[in-house]
């Protein structure tokens, strides 16, 4: 059955009333997964916990490609407690070989005796596939407890499976009156808001930032505020003039760097970045400026599942004129920045897609003083408006 929620709700606010035992173990499983903090991608992230006789005996969460799934760390943490226990998993256990055996056999092999989880897997493989081959083995499976939480918890992954493109993410921190610049300030939002962009940059798997930001802030873009000693993510920069310099720290210091620039520029600064090791790209456009929706493709195509776009104002208003941004993450500080700030959308006289409804805010937090409203494209509100109580993923395109 399809939830009659509109597609415009709160995560949680399809829980029904009171916790189930079911809710509350799933919720853990959930806890665990986000503790993947440099990101499983392309992989979902998953949580798993196994109950018995009303105690938890064993928990685990996926690390990445190629790292034991959930459902596995968790069986080999309850030992022989696992023969006759509870799984709870906040997405379908797989069933094919990967990089890793199916987590059903193991599932089998530890006499597991029933399993929860919050959403089938949208991957073909998988899908409804995992759930078969328990049953088929007597084991009891029950889904869809805490199912539209999981699917925003993974919905990077949902989406490129779904559609196949990468899940473009734009993250702003504004003024009050709609600055993202401030004269004297280097930050606009405070410490708790920065946190949770940090947590968006180990989510989605590249961050991308136009040239001016990194000429007028340079900006470090890691996630030391969740962990110092995180990897750096994958770094895009649009550079149409290939200014960015050959000695700056993030290729000295041999990080991943994708720079991305029009036909016309310049062959000697193409090789001198090349050879200081970034990866440039040039792909077609007018005056120089990268056609965005190819830029969307070539993502895509290097296998990327995910990119935060971190600004600043001439990216931001392009991207929104460019209508490829599939979330707008908006925080907005307790601050009024006047003639002292720039605004994120620098007009050329358009109105932008915000305007015709195809963005709408399906989320808003109170972040320490700040507030977060979470935007949404209209097929992103559609997953997240068909995920059913049975945990079935009823996609509508328009
Ligand atoms: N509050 C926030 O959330 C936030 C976030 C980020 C930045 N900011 C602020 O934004 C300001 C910077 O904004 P900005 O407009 O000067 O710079 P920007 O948007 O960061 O970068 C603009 C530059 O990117 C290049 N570019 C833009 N579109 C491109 C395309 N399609 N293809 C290839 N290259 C492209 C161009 O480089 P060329 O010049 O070489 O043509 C352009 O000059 C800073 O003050 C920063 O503090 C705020």
């Excluded at 005996?57 to 226990?85: F, K, Q, T, W």
Aim: net charge negative; hydrophobic share 40%; glycine share 12%.
């Amino acid at each position: 059955m399809v939830k009659a929620a509109p597609a415009e709700v709160r995560p949680g606010a399809l829980r029904r009333h009171g916790m189930s035992n079911d809710e509350t173990y799933i919720r853990r499983a959930l806890e665990l997964a986000e503790r993947a903090t440099a990101g499983t991608n392309p992989n979902p992230l998953v949580g798993a916990v196994i109950v018995r006789d009303g105690e938890i005996v064993g928990e685990g969460y996926h690390g990445g490609p190629g790292r034991p799934h959930a459902e596995i760390e968790a069986i080999l943490d309850a030992g022989e407690r696992a023969s006759g226990a509870t799984l709870y998993v906040n997405l379908e256990p797989c069933c094919h070989y990967g990089r890793t055996p199916p987590c059903t056999e193991a599932i089998i092999d530890a006499g597991i005796s029933r399993v929860v989880f919050s959403m089938y897997d949208p991957f073909g493989e998988v899908r409804g596939k995992g759930a078969g081959a328990l049953r088929s083995r007597g084991i009891d499976v029950t889904v869809g407890p805490c199912a539209y939480d999981a699917l925003e918890l993974n919905l990077p992954y949902v989406h490129r499976i779904v559609s196949g493109s990468p899940f473009i993410v734009l993250k702003l921190a504004a003024t009050l009156d709609g600055r993202i610049t401030m004269d004297g300030r280097k930050h606009i939002t405070g410490l708790e808001s920065r946190r949770r962009v940090h947590v968006l940059r180990s989510r989605l798997e590249a961050i991308a930032v136009g040239k001016g930001t990194i000429d007028l802030d340079d900006p470090v873009l890691d996630r030391r505020l969740l962990d110092p000693g995180l990897p750096p993510p994958v770094r895009m920069i649009f550079d149409s003039g290939l200014s960015f310099p050959h000695d700056h720290a993030w290729l000295t210091q041999g990080d991943p760097v994708i720079i991305y620039c029009g036909e016309g520029a310049s062959p000697e600064r193409r090789e001198l970045l090349s050879g200081a090791g970034a990866d440039v790209v040039t792909l077609p456009g007018k005056d120089g400026l990268v056609n965005l929706h190819d830029w969307v493709e070539d993502v895509g195509r290097r296998g990327f599942s995910s990119v935060l776009v971190e600004g600043g104002v001439a990216i931001a208003t392009s991207m929104m004129l460019g209508g490829i941004i599939d979330r707008l993450v908006l925080f907005v500080a307790p601050v009024v920045a006047g003639a002292g700030g720039e605004s994120w959308y620098r007009d050329p006289g358009l109105p932008v897609w915000l305007e015709d409804g195809e963005l709408a805010p399906t989320r808003v937090e109170v972040i320490e003083g700040d507030v977060m409203v979470v935007y949404d494209r209209f097929h992103v509100r559609s997953y997240l408006g068909a995920v059913t109580e049975e945990g079935e993923l009823v996609h509508r395109s328009r």
